[in-house]
């Protein structure tokens, strides 16, 4: 059974910065891709960046962003402490919501229990 735990949120004013962690309870090596998401009050679950495993091609991990965030968001993952990072910068109140982490393992999907990021204005 994977479990994923984030950790990191707070709250924080607009233009301020957090940074997410999504710890794994197992080696990081087995999966994938790993995902960030969130949901704001009232919301769908919307997604926020990708990133893979980097073990394929020559390039490393690769990243991807939804729009709303790219340029303001970073996402990396350490492999040997299991856990991956979600940088925030340039926060504006419309981030602010309950983020997720998420993975696809042995065509599971698993979810962390979310942290909550509040951003005032």
């Known amino acids: 059974q994977v479990q994923l735990v984030e950790s990191g949120g707070g709250l924080v004013q607009a233009g301020g910065s957090l940074t997410l962690s999504c710890a794994a309870s197992?080696?990081?090596?087995?999966?994938?891709?790993i995902l960030w998401y969130r949901q704001a009050p009232g919301q769908k679950r919307e997604w926020v960046a990708t990133?893979?495993?980097?073990?394929?091609?020559?390039?490393?991990?690769?990243?991807d962003y939804a729009a709303s965030v790219e340029g303001r968001f970073t996402i990396s993952r350490d492999n040997n402490k299991n856990t991956v990072y979600l940088q925030m910068n340039n926060l504006k109140p419309e981030d602010t919501a309950v983020y997720y982490c998420?993975?696809?393992?042995?065509?599971?999907?698993?979810w962390g229990q979310g942290t909550q990021v509040t951003v005032s204005s």
């Open positions: 990133v893979s495993n980097g073990f394929t091609g020559f390039t490393g991990a690769v990243s």
């Open positions: 197992q080696s990081m090596f087995d999966f994938n891709d």
């Open positions: 998420n993975t696809n393992y042995q065509y599971r999907d698993y």
